[in-house]
Nanobody, 116 residues
Framework: VQLQASGGGLVQAGGSLRLSCSVSVPIFSIDTLGWYRQSPGKQRELVATISSSRNTNYASSVKGRFTISRDSAKNTVYLQMNSLKPDDTAVYCC???????????WGRGTLVTVSS
């Protein structure tokens, strides 16, 4: 399974960005799709996940500001990020996880920079 993230860039604090992650297989076959991020000097952290039944889970730091969604017709998962803060600056990457299919794939990240 291959994933390709896009949509990162430079934005001012308070602004918005939408990240997209294109998946090479039908996403209805993927149990969980997720977005993770890593800042310099920090460990990778979970941002948000969405299950095949569309149940969502968010890090407390982004709850209420970020929204994860999936479009099966386009085999794409999105991360809408609003009210961005400088602390949101990181490389964001997407993940596809299906334990029973032995799938745990990561895409190359996209850089999000939030200026104060």
């Amino acid at each position: 399974v291959q994933l390709q993230a896009s949509g990162g860039g430079l934005v001012q604090a308070g602004g918005s960005l939408r990240l997209s992650c294109s998946v090479s297989v039908p996403i209805f076959s993927i149990d969980t799709l997720g977005w993770y991020r890593q800042s310099p000097g920090k460990q990778r952290e979970l941002v948000a996940t969405i299950s095949s039944s569309r149940n969502t889970n968010y890090a407390s730091s982004v709850k209420g500001r970020f929204t994860i969604s999936r479009d099966s017709a386009k085999n794409t998962v999105y991360l809408q990020m609003n009210s961005l803060k400088p602390d949101d600056t990181a490389v964001y990457c997407c993940n596809a996880h299906s334990p029973y299919s032995s799938i745990n794939s990561w895409g190359r990240g996209t850089l999000v920079t939030v200026s104060s």
